[in-house]
């Protein structure tokens, strides 16, 4: 740099395995360490890190937890003027202010190169042996680098690989779900006193509060299974025809006031015609009746989804369902999930004749006497659920577990429930 100044950027200063110690190494053992390198820590959501982490095999998650708990534990020991933190979803959101904000931390002129990669991936590497600069430059382990050596700017759509567990994801967030949204204090504080003000709370329920692609599919998987054994027909041919079923015969999203059992029927005996199979009256009871189990059996609330329910009762909120899906259909899977006593009114495509995207919000709204400020609503599809919502003026949070945190946005953004829990929380922690 023309001012003299010298920079080390460390990419791996706490590693992957408690075991070997790397997870609690002490960066700055000395506290006018701080003062001296002005450490600018970067940090990411930690579901999106395990998730990265388990894309090339590495599978424990208490290494993550160590790694952020000691993160933090150095944090809270630097003196506040001393240290900053760059998180990683503002950065790819917008790269030019958070450098800015980084270069005016360390008395360096910005300059809009800093946004562009000029240098060969490596070429400027400090390596401690010839065997690291070998694993590191030429043998490229485990696709570590694969995104940075793609892109010659900062990329915002890294690829999420939905490889965590539903157990994962409640101990990864339990454990540092907090630590990590500290880091966005303000808006934290902004979202809890908009919900603060509100008196319903609405949410989508399949993929929103539920497992619903997961246990439908489950259960269809059970129903084409047996209609294999029974004739023959190879398994893969019978998903391909049912999914072209299911998307013509759902278009209408349920708003034509048929049972679920109607809808099912109708699907199952589309595909059996298609192959030209008998039309057993029998066998189409047991195909129902097993479907229906399998879904039952198969049903499982999403991340923090019982506890965030629970909250909200507790801040004297009250709570309507508002789906797409047969009224029966989901007035069983609300009671299958066991969140029956949390729900206030359950409002359906079924139920009141309109599909999401042609009124039903307002519907909704005007059956339960209130202006759409006096609502929050929460769901996981852009098209269906955002668009539509705040259409109506109502305020709406994204779930969307295949991308970013990202609270500064309009809608703001999550990736799991146990998160607006914990903004919801007036806990000192967060």
Not at 63 to 89: G, K, Q, W
Not at 333 to 355: K, P, R
Request: aromatic share 10%; proline share 4%.
């Amino acid at each position: 740099m023309n001012l003299g100044k010298r920079f080390l950027i460390c990419k791996e200063e706490l590693g992957n395995n408690s075991q070997k110690g790397e997870c609690l190494y002490d960066v700055c053992p000395d506290p006018s360490a701080y003062a001296m390198v002005r450490p600018v820590f970067l940090i990411r959501d930690p579901i999106r890190v395990f998730d990265s982490w388990k894309n090339v095999g590495w599978t424990d998650a208490q290494s993550l937890i160590d790694c952020y708990t000691n993160m933090f534990c150095m944090l809270d020991r630097a003196p506040s003027h001393a240290v900053s933190c760059l998180i990683y979803e503002r950065l790819i959101q917008e790269p030019q202010t958070e450098v800015k904000r980084i270069c005016a931390r360390w008395g360096v002129p910005f300059s809009e190169t800093m946004l562009n990669f000029q240098h060969s991936f490596g070429s400027s590497f400090i390596f401690s042996t010839d065997r690291e600069r070998l694993k590191y430059c030429e043998e490229k382990p485990l696709s570590l680098f694969t995104t940075v050596e793609g892109n010659s700017s900062v990329e915002p759509e890294v690829p999420y690989h939905g490889l965590l567990s539903k157990n994962e994801k409640e101990n990864i967030e339990e454990h540092v779900g907090l630590l990590y949204l500290r880091c966005w204090q303000d808006d934290v504080l902004r979202l809890r006193a908009i919900l603060a003000e509100k008196i319903w709370i609405g949410f989508d329920l399949d993929d929103t509060l539920h497992e619903f692609r997961r246990s439908s599919g489950t259960a269809t998987d059970k129903v084409l299974e047996e209609i294999s054994e029974r004739y023959g027909t190879p398994i893969l041919a019978l998903k391909g025809e049912y999914s072209r079923v299911l998307k013509a015969k759902t278009a209408n999203a349920f708003s034509d006031g048929k049972t679920s059992f109607d809808y099912r029927r109708e699907r199952f005996t589309s595909v059996l015609a298609h192959f030209s199979l008998p039309q057993d009256d029998q066998f189409m009871v047991e195909l129902l009746e097993s479907y229906e189990a399998t879904l039952m059996t198969s049903l499982e609330l999403k991340c923090g989804a019982l506890d965030l329910l629970s909250t909200m009762k507790d801040m004297g909120k009250k709570i309507v369902v508002i789906t797409e899906g047969p009224q029966d259909a989901q007035e069983r899977t609300v009671q299958g999930l066991g969140i029956e006593g949390y729900v206030d009114f359950l409002a359906t495509t079924n139920y009141f004749g309109v599909v999401k995207t042609a009124g039903l919000f307002p519907r909704v709204l005007e059956h339960l006497g209130v202006s759409s400020g006096d609502m929050a609503y929460i769901g996981d599809n852009e098209q269906r659920d955002m668009k539509p919502a705040l259409a109506e003026g109502i305020f709406s949070i994204h779930l969307a577990e295949m991308k970013h945190v990202s609270l500064n946005t309009i809608p703001p953004q999550i990736n799991t429930l146990r998160k607006l829990q914990y903004i919801l929380s007036d806990d000192r922690r967060s």
